[in-house]
């Protein structure tokens, strides 16, 4: 192996080598905003958590707002490849209804990734600015995800064109998020399976 190749081989190595200790401390830092809130998150106390130094957490990402840009990131990425594959072939209300389930039904509702998203949504109502738009982000992304397909539904002609696709994208995110919320707070007083099938019959019930 000549000395290029050897270089290239060992550089390879050193992305991967970064790549996986920063997914180990994106990682560390949604359980620990799952299990101790957002006040609980600290550069030292992931960089512990993920098994590191205290300080290469700060190595990596610099401050505490780009982590949770980072954390935000991974989740949403999560989603996007999920909700792709759950509302494959699925248009308008059909795919609508396919979120729903999917929103409600996996296997992760109520999962640490949930509890991180819900941590964050509530430190934004008092934390700073950085938190705040980091959050809306998150809930234009999803906002913006139903909206496409209430669009499509009315281009379908599966519901009234006179649909206001924005504020009913905004009231069912609303009611997926509220429902879950409730669900991680008192599991034994919310069952998801019937909110999911509850919320599918309604838009249903708009269909013409």
Known sequence: MNSAIRASSLRRTQVERKDDSEQKMIDAAIRLIAKKGMEGLTLGAVGIEAGYSRGLPSHHFGTKA??????????KNKNFKDLASVTEGALGLDGLKKLVAYYFERDSAGSDNSKTVMALLCASLHD??????????HIAYWCGRIQLLYEEAISL?????????????????????????????????VSLVEASRALQFNLDSIRL
């Open 157 to 189: 002609g599966q519901v009234n064109s006179e649909l206001d696709v924005s504020a009913q994208a905004a009231l069912l995110f609303g009611t997926l998020r509220g429902t879950l919320l409730q669900f991680m707070v008192a599991p034994n007083q």
């Open 128 to 137: 700073d600015f950085e938190t705040a738009e980091i959050t809306r982000e």
């Open 66 to 75: 780009e982590l949770i840009r980072a954390v935000a990131r991974t989740i």
